[in-house]
């Protein structure tokens, strides 16, 4: 197991990744993540995860500033969990894709 996950792998975090796995439908997810998240924090992971869509689709900077209001910090970030991370937004957008196909 990557060291990274190691570093936030708890009996806490196992038990939320197993409960968000039981959600079924978008409504689900938005009832849960509304009780669990501020609307603040909703709409920054909302942002980040567009904020890779758009460096998947390999848009420059200023595109995705402007698009999507993040600051360069936070594009930086969200590139840095891309090349560097534990390859989930990878996983996630090969499965985006295999839906749409």
Not at 20 to 38: A, P, Q, R, S
Request: glycine share 2%; with cysteine; net charge negative.
């Amino acid at each position: 197991m990557p060291e990274k996950i190691n570093k936030v792998k708890n009996e806490q975090t196992e038990a939320l990744m197993k409960a968000i796995l039981k959600l079924e439908t978008v409504d689900e997810c938005y009832d849960f993540f509304k009780d669990l998240c501020t609307f603040q924090e909703l709409r920054e992971m909302a942002q980040r995860f567009r904020v890779a869509t758009m460096l998947y689709q390999d848009n420059a900077y200023e595109a995705i500033v402007k698009a999507t209001g993040a600051s360069t910090a936070t594009i930086s970030r969200v590139k840095r969990s891309i090349v560097d991370g534990n390859d989930g937004y990878a996983l996630v957008f090969s499965r985006l894709k295999e839906d749409e196909e």
